[in-house]
């Protein structure tokens, strides 16, 4: 880098002009991380669900149940490695805006069908012979504060009156899988048939189970769905990915909007970065027209400028994803509960760089050819 | 002595190249403002016009959703005699509806997405009173006939009048359109409750809400009075308006959050763009400036100058930025309703209030990526501004 002295000092010429375009930088990258975090918490379930789990629903909708009965005879069909069920309990601990998930699980299968969700097994053993105890995910418990010992009241909503049903803590689950669904609580299924009105008993939300090979699951589903057909309970038997992307679209089209929001902004900062460097260059076009009359060629001037722009692109990149690092889990806590977990990625990390240094080449390219291209003669004749 | 306007016009020209990086820059930022206002204020308008003042929606005692409400026939038995509940002759008017989801094929995508069905009582347009059928017939009771909102009729591919349907193991047919003017009840699909019921094989005698409509909006505080004291009566009543006001309170404090978030990071970005558009304006033209200063005009004068024509710059970019977002106006949209795990249809809505907020936005980054570098401008000194080459 023989001159890297040269490059630097032309980038400090004028500071205040480097600080405001580092910072347009800094901002845009700051947003698309911002963007890309969002995108990623509602796409996730897809991308981590497992390849091998069954999610059997009510054919009419979610939230329509299906018979207990039905476990016994799915658990014979060929394939089938084992079956768990749960219900949805819906209730509200505090207030309505402390939302998450709360599942009534079936404890005997729970952890064959989620291995990745992992609960210490002291704590597994005192759950069990817990009639009132809970398993909760650790996000949860961090934003909630609790900690195992402690007593939960949650009241229950939708299942006839409602009542205050109380729960001790017993464990804490972490997932294995990176950005594994934290935020659920889990309780006893016996517990949730023994407290709900008469009409809900014997009905289970849905059930998910396992196959002894992923490759079946198109041939599993199948067997399921015509099992049922022309039953009360119709069933739809999808794979855990599918019923995840049946999820995240019913939400509309977020992944449009986001893409149109980042293409916006990327565009206003290839100007910027553009008309930034076409200034530059236009300020010292005598400086490099002396350059070339003393014998510099076409080549080291359009490296110059080409240097100084993704000079500018790679610091503003860096500072503004390092300010997404700092920014993401502020965010996140303060929209738990409307939104699924935020994680900055390496992946989203890595790809807001590339694009910085992209949009930092693309802006100097232009006025870097042109100053390139230039005739010695005229451009020194210019005041 | 103020310098003349016509001036920043033509150095603005002059400068062409910056000036649209500044303009699109604030155009851009305006636009993505807009664009997300609107968005939060059209799930809000669905459903809050979806609410009359005068009607009264009546959930079991606890139940935050219809989904989750249980109103006994025997309740609503009750219900219909208290005072303040209003009466067509002598019968009273009470719509005591039934909800359950089915999915139904989505026409842009082709997969199902959920629908709410609403089984209603027959005199239920003489009780939601903003619902017309403008096509085909209302539902006959007793029969399994459909009407369709306007706006599931749009979503989904089927629910044409003449169709049959298949859902909840029945077979319906569509016998008519009806326009709520909008609100949620235009993603929904009607038929009669006891029809409803009969197909889903529910016992006749259980409800998910009642909804009554009421002799005046006044008559409302009367009602819930006489509701909540009665001991037979384990039940909340909420004016239908509140309630839908409530459900969409969660999607669009999401939707603001995010674009006010997204907003904010696009306009210091779009700061930075006004800001160096005018730093470089101010040191192109020093030589400008001292004549200027040489000739008398004084330095708040040169700073009102540079401000007006950063302004100028912003208001550009704010019409540019309203301009080209107005198209998405009415442009409908749908999202999942979290209190419903229904398909919910809504449009961007763009109001004149919302646009002055984008010009005024747009004019707010104007003077702070303008103020400093107008002041750069006037306190250069004039002998070394002159000598400038």
């Given at each position: 880098m023989k001159f890297g002295s040269l490059i630097f000092a032309n980038l400090f010429r004028k500071k205040m002009r480097l600080v405001l375009t580092v910072g347009s930088f800094a901002v845009a990258l700051c947003l698309f991380a911002f963007l890309a975090v969002v995108k990623s918490a509602f796409s996730r379930g897809v991308e981590i669900a497992g390849a091998d789990r069954l999610v059997i629903i009510n054919r009419i909708s979610l939230i329509n149940p299906l018979p207990l009965s039905y476990r016994d005879r799915i658990l014979q069909i060929p394939g089938v490695k084992v079956v768990t069920h749960d219900n949805w309990f819906g209730g509200v601990y505090q207030?309505?805006?402390n939302f998450f998930p709360q599942f009534a699980i079936d404890v005997e299968n729970q952890r064959q069908v989620y291995p990745e969700l992992v609960v210490p097994d002291d704590h597994w053993q005192v759950f069990l012979k817990d009639r009132e105890g809970a398993v909760v995910g650790a996000r949860t418990a961090d934003r909630f504060g609790w900690k195992i010992g402690d007593r939960i009241p949650i009241k229950s909503a939708g299942y006839g009156p409602s009542t205050t049903w109380e729960f001790n803590i017993d464990g804490i689950y972490h997932s294995t899988k990176a950005g594994g669904d934290e935020s659920q609580f889990w309780f006893q299924w016996d517990r949730f048939e023994e407290g709900v009105p008469q009409t809900f008993k014997g009905n289970v939300g849905w059930y998910v189970l396992r196959l002894d090979n992923p490759d079946d699951a198109v041939r599993v589903a199948k067997t399921i769905d015509d099992m049922f057909a022309n039953s009360s309970y119709e069933t739809k038997t999808e794979t855990e990915s599918a019923f995840e992307a049946g999820w995240a679209k019913a939400f509309g089209n977020i992944e449009f909007l986001i893409l149109t929001i980042g293409s916006v902004v990327f565009f206003t900062l290839l100007l910027v970065t553009g008309n930034t460097m076409a200034i530059s260059v236009r300020e010292r076009i005598g400086e490099m027209a002396v350059l070339k009359a003393i014998g510099y060629s076409d080549r080291t001037i359009l490296f110059f400028v080409l240097a100084e722009a993704l000079i500018i692109g790679l610091f503003g990149g860096i500072l503004g994803l390092a300010f997404a690092v700092l920014a993401v889990p502020v965010l996140g806590r303060a929209l738990a509960g409307l939104l699924p977990q935020l994680i900055l990625s390496p992946q989203i990390l890595s790809l807001g760089l590339l694009a910085a240094l992209i949009v930092g080449m693309a802006g100097g390219i232009l006025p870097g050819v042109g100053a390139m291209r230039m005739r010695v003669v005229t451009a020194l004749r210019r005041v | 002595m103020a310098i003349p306007i016509i001036y920043n016009i033509r150095s603005v020209r002059a400068r062409w190249t910056s000036t649209i990086v500044a303009v699109l820059g604030i155009a851009g930022t305006v636009g993505v403002f807009v664009a997300m206002l609107a968005l939060a204020h059209g799930f809000k308008a669905t459903l809050v016009s979806s609410g009359s003042q005068d009607n009264a929606l009546v959930l079991r005692g606890g139940a935050t959703a219809e989904m989750m409400s249980f109103v006994p026939l025997d309740s609503v038995k009750i219900l219909q005699d208290e005072p303040g509940v209003a009466h067509d002759g002598s019968s009273p008017l009470i719509t005591s509806d039934v909800v359950v989801v089915a999915p139904f094929p989505l026409r842009a995508t082709g997969t199902d997405a959920n629908t709410q069905i609403r089984g209603v009582s027959s005199n239920v347009l003489q009780i939601r009173r903003n619902i017309k059928i403008v096509q085909g017939r209302m539902f006959k009771p007793g029969l399994t006939e459909l009407v369709v909102g306007k706006n599931a009729n749009r979503t989904?591919?089927?629910?044409?009048?003449?169709n049959y349907v298949n859902f909840g193991g029945g077979r319906w047919q569509v016998v008519g359109l009806f326009d709520a003017g909008g609100s949620a009840f235009d993603s929904e699909v009607w038929c009669d409750a006891r029809v409803l019921d009969d197909v889903y094989k529910r016992p006749n005698t259980v409800f998910q809400s009642a909804t009554v409509h009421l002799t005046s909006p006044q008559a409302f505080q009367q009602f819930k009075d006489a509701v909540t004291s009665d001991p037979k009566l384990n039940v909340d009543v909420t004016r239908e308006i509140d309630y839908y006001a409530k459900q969409s309170t969660m999607m669009t404090t999401l939707i603001t959050y995010l674009g006010g978030l997204v907003a904010f990071v696009m306009a210091i970005g779009a700061i930075f763009g006004a800001l160096n558009t005018m730093y470089s304006a101010v040191a192109e033209r020093g030589r400008e400036i001292g004549t200027m200063r040489a000739l008398g005009f004084g330095a708040g004068a040169v700073v009102f100058s540079f401000l007006l024509e950063a302004l100028f710059i912003a208001c550009i970019g704010g019409v540019i930025g309203c301009i080209s977002v107005l198209n998405l106006n009415g442009v409908t949209t749908s999202t999942m309703n979290m209190q419903t795990f229904s398909n919910i249809a809504f449009a961007f809505k763009i109001t004149p209030p919302l646009l002055v907020e984008g010009v005024i936005f747009a004019l707010v980054m104007g003077v702070v990526g303008g103020l400093l570098p107008a002041i750069r401008a006037a306190r250069q000194p004039v002998a070394l501004a002159l000598r400038e080459l």
């Open positions: 207030e309505e805006k | 989904y591919a089927g629910l044409t009048v003449g």
